[in-house]
């Protein structure tokens, strides 16, 4: 079972940064396609980037242009670079593989909670 973890998350003022890392067990993990996820109070988990097989990220419009991805497969982690943080940002940072390219997502870690004040 690969296991996953996130971490990186924490307390920011708006128009601050944050740079969040997912951290596999296994070495293919940051090679195969995987997501972030977020998931604000009372809202439903929504993806803010998909990154393919190629290591290319497919950003939500909500994050496009703020947000970025970087990848180092020799510590088997894939970070997320977030810049100009606005509080509707705020919310749990999940990562997750998708190791089929398919869609169908598995190695979930617990998350990371990130806030951003306004």
């Known amino acids: 079972q690969v296991q996953v973890e996130e971490s990186g998350g924490g307390l920011v003022q708006a128009g601050g940064s944050l740079r969040l890392s997912c951290t596999a067990s296994?070495?293919?993990?940051?090679?195969?396609?995987m997501a972030w996820f977020r998931q604000a109070p009372g809202k439903e988990r929504e993806s803010v980037v998909y990154?393919?097989?190629?290591?290319?990220?497919t950003y939500a419009d909500s994050v496009k242009g703020r947000f970025s991805i970087a990848i180092d497969n020799a510590k088997n982690t894939v970070y997320l670079q977030m810049n100009s943080l606005k509080p509707e940002d705020t919310g749990v940072y999940y990562c997750?593989?998708?190791?089929?390219?398919?869609?169908?997502?598995?190695?979930w870690g617990q998350g990371t909670q990130v806030t951003v004040s306004s």
């Open positions: 997750a593989g998708d190791p089929l390219g398919l869609g169908t997502y598995e190695y």
């Open positions: 296994e070495r293919r993990f940051s090679s195969s396609p």
């Open positions: 990154i393919n097989w190629r290591g290319l990220g």
